[in-house]
């Protein structure tokens, strides 16, 4: 008899848990599970995404912490980040800051619109690949002998999965033993578009982390700061740096 009960509630939770689960489902393109290779992504990385989505979907949350991605991935932190920081830097995936004006507070939000772009063309060049594949076994089936459907290549090789933050790997490992913890997706970010979109050196940046930490300033827009007062005093090096920064020490005393 207690057995009896034992299944029957077994039953009850199972059931439960199926009810629950139907109202906890996150939606995934398919588009993503079949081109995620098409567009360099490893599996690990095409599952990060898909924790991504159900934060945002199931949890409505548009930008999880690194250690609730680790929770949910095993991942470490650190692996975390460069995956992130790799999906940013190939346009899949961005970081929009909003502001909610009746609280005011200031939040930021993960944006895939890139991955849908990229994944929406995928299925363009498909769509585009069977209309000519048609057109030509038609054209055969007429006696047309033209090239066959051999020409046609469907299922395109995954582009070789070469890691672009590999150059960047250094300074963020620098930046996280001054800092002292993990860096976040948005100093990530910023790190990145010094590198990428102003061109900062790698000793420059260097430089300038050094700079912050003499003066006991160790935080991102500081950084930022001096290298903005470099860039519109023509500091280009290192050396260029440490001659600037001479000078005003030496105005100082």
């Known amino acids: 008899m207690n057995q009896a009960n034992g299944t029957g509630d077994f039953v009850s939770w199972a059931a439960g848990a199926s009810a629950g689960m139907n109202q906890g489902m996150t939606v995934i393109p398919y588009a993503l599970l079949r081109y995620y290779r098409t567009i360099g992504l490893n ?3 095409c599952m990060l995404l898909i924790h991504l989505l159900g934060f945002q979907q199931v949890e ?4 999880p912490s690194l250690e609730e991605l680790q929770q949910v991935t095993g991942a470490t932190t650190e692996m975390i980040a460069m995956i992130l920081q790799k999906l940013m830097k190939e346009g899949l995936l961005g970081i929009d800051e909003h502001v909610d004006e009746e609280r005011g507070i200031q939040y930021e939000r ?7 772009a990229k994944l929406g063309h995928c299925l363009g060049e498909e769509s585009k690949g069977e209309s000519e594949g ?9 006696g047309n002998n033209s090239a066959g459907l051999d020409t046609f290549r469907f299922n395109k090789p995954a582009p070789s999965n070469s890691d672009p933050v590999e150059e960047e790997r250094n300074l963020f490992s620098i930046f996280e033993k001054e800092f002292g913890r993990p ?5 990530l970010e910023t790190i990145s578009g010094w590198v990428d979109q102003d061109r900062y050196p790698d000793e420059l940046i260097l430089m300038a982390l050094k700079e912050a930490v003499f003066a ?3 935080h991102f827009r500081y950084i930022d700061r001096i290298l903005l007062e470099w860039s519109r005093n023509r500091v280009r090096t290192a050396q260029d740096a440490k001659a ?10």
């Open 110 to 116: 993960y944006n895939l619109s890139g991955l849908y």
């Open 183 to 187: 860096l976040s997706p948005m100093e």
């Open 43 to 45: 599996s690990s990385e």
């Open 244 to 253: 600037y920064t001479q000078k005003f020490r030496n105005i100082g005393r």
């Open 60 to 63: 409505h949350k548009g930008f």
């Open 134 to 142: 048609a057109k030509a076994a038609d054209n055969s089936r007429k």
């Open 216 to 218: 006991g300033k160790v």
